[in-house]
């Protein structure tokens, strides 16, 4: 009897665990999202209006250089910050962890290093390998 109590005990102790690292992984997403958040708004604020207008050819080249790299900045944390949120809308629908392409569980340990991953390594390997 007492070992049964404890089997009990014991799984609910690893569901909660589980559900523990879920939220702790929501937490860290969420968090993400806000450093994300501002710094698209950072980078939106970024004067451009001189463009165009220096005397010196090099000077347009460094600025036009500039623009675009924070052109590909701001783009890179649009993609990560879609990735994010697709990520927490997961956690509402009840599908987070589980893989896109085959519905399986995504490696806890895959999660913990990126949070919002939407397929298991493996499907990730054969979809790279196209
Ligand atoms: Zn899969």
Redesign the pocket.
């Known amino acids: 009897m007492d070992v049964i109590i404890e089997l009990i005990a014991g799984s609910l102790k690893e569901v909660s665990e589980m559900t523990h690292k879920r939220e702790k992984l929501k937490m860290r997403l969420e968090a993400e999202r806000g450093r994300l958040l501002t710094e698209l708004s950072q980078t939106n604020v970024v004067e451009r209006d001189n463009l165009g207008y220096g005397n010196h050819m090099a000077d347009d080249a460094t600025e036009a250089f500039e623009q675009a790299k924070d052109l590909a900045l701001r783009q890179n944390l649009e993609r990560l910050l879609k990735q994010v949120e697709d990520a927490l809308k997961r956690f509402e629908t009840g599908t987070y962890g589980l893989?896109e392409?085959?519905g399986?569980e995504i490696d806890p340990a895959r999660l913990k290093a990126l949070p919002y991953a939407t397929?298991?390594l493996?499907?990730q390997q054969h979809r790279e390998s196209r």
Do not use: A, G, T
């Open positions: 893989c392409q085959c399986k397929l298991c493996s499907c």
